[in-house]
């Protein structure tokens, strides 16, 4: 089984775009110390899979036990590929390999290595459109919006100005593709509030 791991975002979803059909995508919920704004809009982020064609998978970790659980699932679905998004963290990939290892799966990560603000302008040039659900207090005038084709160099240029990966690929800001080229239809949505983790800005949506 050809497996997409992923949370609803852009680096995920345009993996998946380039390395073509997938069987299943698989969503991993962790016990982080702030809420994933992806588990937080645990909805959308399935609906977002659903209305692109791929079927999903919610499956909680348990702290202290996730690296295990992760490949006993993966086994499970008879996984034959995993496809990734990661683009340059060292230790994530590094993670990945291992779990593809003992899973006895091919690690197919078509983002690695590329530039990370080129990367995002050719996510949107391909037909992307995402929601920023969550980011850095320093990006706050950015949670809430649409990036598109036509804000997509202001927001980069705002993420350098604060400091932050374009890409956001360190958890600068999250982001739920709400259109793509293998959506059927937009996922739509309504903003209900924003909740607060120190210095963390996370969008709730229904």
């Not at 091919?106 to 929601?131: A, D, F």
Request: with cysteine; hydrophobic share 40%; net charge negative.
């Amino acid at each position: 089984m050809r497996i997409l791991l992923s949370s609803g975002g852009k680096d995920s979803f345009y993996a998946s775009l380039l390395v073509g059909n997938v069987d299943l995508a698989v969503m991993f919920s962790y016990e982080f110390p702030r809420p994933s704004p992806h588990l937080i809009n645990i909805g959308k982020s399935i609906e977002t899979h659903l209305k692109a064609g791929i079927p999903v998978l919610i499956k909680y970790l348990r702290r202290g036990f996730e690296r295990a659980e992760t490949v006993e699932i993966l086994r499970k679905l008879e996984t034959s590929e995993i496809i990734a998004g990661d683009v340059y963290v060292e230790d994530h990939l590094k993670y990945m390999e291992g779990i593809a290892k003992e899973t006895g799966a091919t690690l197919i990560e078509p983002l690695w290595g590329e530039n990370p603000e080129e990367l995002l302008y050719k996510e949107i040039e391909r037909g992307l459109e995402v929601l920023v659900i969550g980011c850095r207090s320093s990006l706050e005038k950015w949670l809430g919006v649409e990036v598109n084709r036509h804000n997509v160099i202001d927001f980069a240029e705002s993420c350098k100005a604060h400091g932050a990966d374009p890409l956001g690929e360190e958890g600068e800001y999250h982001t739920l593709v709400i259109n793509s080229p293998i959506h059927r239809e937009r996922v739509l949505y309504q903003k209900v509030s924003i909740e607060i983790y120190k210095d963390y800005y996370i969008m709730r949506i229904l």
